[in-house]
């Protein structure tokens, strides 16, 4: 078996999460989309108020993948959850049980903080991510929808210009 260490991500990380998140946003054929900058991602994850955590897997000293996470709230439960935004594997790292261990790990933070619920989404192309899901015990929420507002919606929706 592989070692696998998985730690909390420090400011010391957040030039290689930035890494992550666009190796992450090239392999989801998104790269246009990933304009984060070092700068936002200190503030968002270890300024004053941290709107999310990162988990940082690391073999053998070399950094294999991160998990990004946050809180959110289901009123059916009443209770918080816990949700992951990104997952991602190093190509060269996948399949020794890193996934794995990140959302083991995911999943005991979840309990460790009476979480009622564990989600995230997956693009619906990515069919070995959503079989390890599967394999997991997670189940596909189909008869749900997620709606996006961004950009100039967003302003016209937030009544600006």
Same mark, same amino acid.
């Given at each position: ?32 989309? !990933? @304009?984060?900058?070092? +700068?936002?991602?200190?503030?968002? *994850? $270890?300024?004053? =108020?941290?709107?999310?955590? #990162?988990?940082? !897997? @690391?073999?053998?000293? +070399?950094?294999?993948?991160?998990? *990004? $996470?946050?809180? =959110?709230?289901?009123?059916? #439960? ?6 992951? +935004? ?76």
């Amino acid at each position: 078996m592989t070692d696998i260490r998985i730690d909390p991500a420090t400011p010391a990380d957040v030039p290689m999460i930035r890494t992550l998140i666009r190796e992450l946003a090239e392999f989801e054929k998104l790269l246009h989309e !990933a @304009r984060a900058t070092d +700068e936002q991602l200190h503030d968002s *994850l $270890f300024g004053p =108020n941290p709107g999310a955590e #990162v988990l940082m !897997a @690391r073999i053998g000293g +070399e950094v294999a993948g991160f998990a *990004l $996470f946050f809180h =959110n709230f289901s009123t059916f #439960v009443g209770q918080r959850g816990l949700y992951l +935004e990104d997952l991602f594997v190093r190509p060269r790292f996948r399949g020794v049980g890193c996934g794995e261990a990140l959302l083991r790990c995911l999943a005991k933070i979840a309990l460790e903080r009476n979480c009622g619920r564990f989600e995230w989404s997956v693009l619906d192309w990515n069919q070995r991510a959503i079989d390890f899901y599967k394999s997991l015990g997670a189940v596909p929420m189909d008869e749900w929808t997620i709606y996006r507002v961004t950009g100039e919606a967003l302003k016209k929706l937030g009544g600006g210009a």
